[in-house]
């Protein structure tokens, strides 16, 4: 099945690790990507050099942007021809990065590192020197049944490094894989792990998530084994709430739905997934029907304290609350909001705008028929509405080439009524395109004549 593509810069520099002495192979995504026809982010690459050296070889190769704080781990990164790579030493004894004292033990042998590494997908390599796949655990058999499976004992390797749990999810849908039994037992046996991990690592693995292309199926997985508790527990009080009464449908597979619908931006993702997070505290039956008063803000209360937890800039946190609570301002509008609610929506919504009127969409999709009929009729008349207020703002701007000031030092006079004829007769012209706002010199010159005619009365 070998589809291989290996650059001629890749076998060159295998060629001056043979030189030094050192073994060098492609791990990892750069080759699970490649037998899977995906186009490769980053090399990754393995050696039994240790960093000092892994830095001296590629330095003289020609990689630029070599970087150094992975070193301790065994790691070195580069660039060569705007091509990341990443260097590392082998390994044998696994590490948790999150444990206070991380053990790395460099190894001696490829299949040693292969060993350590996290899904037998990951763990096939390919030889730059005997230019063939390595592949001791069977990876490309199931690359081909589209199989995430750990590398041994799944419950080992999730207790040993438990942010693996999250990245068989991950994998799982980035690459529309299946997780085989027996790792997904694993994560429902060693959730409890997970709660060791340093936010940002978590943050990392549902970036990814919540970008493929499905994301729907990680929170389902995250729900089914229970990981859910240790990363946004939030969202279970959710499932099995009604939300529309008849529409057989709970909060929670809105939610899901809203999530894959919404365009693969991370803040639009994670609006998506935190957006109604407060319906359930906020449901109140009014007759026939469910509302959810305020949910927006108790919603957008709660996303902050999500993304905070998880380590976010405060500009992500606080970008991603906003839109939460500004989510239903939109399908809200009846049609009968004054040219001011207009306005002040705009001015709240700032540079959100866009980013509302997207999600917007994404949301209203899930309803029934006439109700998003009705909805894309209303949210086109507000995008006119605003494009009309912004257009006469604009005009509103405009003003005379010359201010009073510029008059009154121009004709050595002092304030008085003969200023606002003159400025009135330059705005009327700048209207009608017959003079440029910033042109002052025409200005003076029309100023100068219009006086001529009317000489100023002291
Ligand atoms: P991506 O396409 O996202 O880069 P990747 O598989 O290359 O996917 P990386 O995070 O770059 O993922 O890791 C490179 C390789 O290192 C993995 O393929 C895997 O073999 C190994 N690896 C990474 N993280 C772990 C881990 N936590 N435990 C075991 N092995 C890991
Ligand atoms: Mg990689």
Redo the contacts with the bound molecule.
Sequence with gaps: MANLNIPEWLKKLGEDFKESGFELSI????I??QLLNLPV??W?LTTNARPDKIEQIIRSFGCKKIGTIGKRFGTITGEFNSEPI?VTTYRSEDYSIDSRKPIVEFGSSLEEDLA???FTV??IAYDLEKNKLIDPYDGQGDIEDKIIRSVGDARDRFNE?P??ML?AIRFMVQLNFEIEPETLGGIKVEKERFAILSSERVAGEMD?ILLASKPSRAIEVMVETGLINYILPELLPSINIEFEAHQHKDIYHHILQVLDQTPPIIELRWCALLHDIAKPQTRRRVGNEWHFLGHENVGSRTAKNVLRRLKYSNEFVDYVSKLVYLHQRIPNDDGLWTDGAVRRFVRDAGETLDDLFAFAEADSTGGNQVKLAKYKAGRDKLKERIAKLEEEAEIAKIKSPLSGEELMEMFHRPAGAWIKPIKEKLLEMVLDGELKEDDKEKAAEIARQLVRDNPIQT
């Design positions: 791990v990892g995504g750069a699970r990507n982010k980053e990754d990443e350590r590494r996290d990951n763990a490094d942010l693996r990245r990814k």
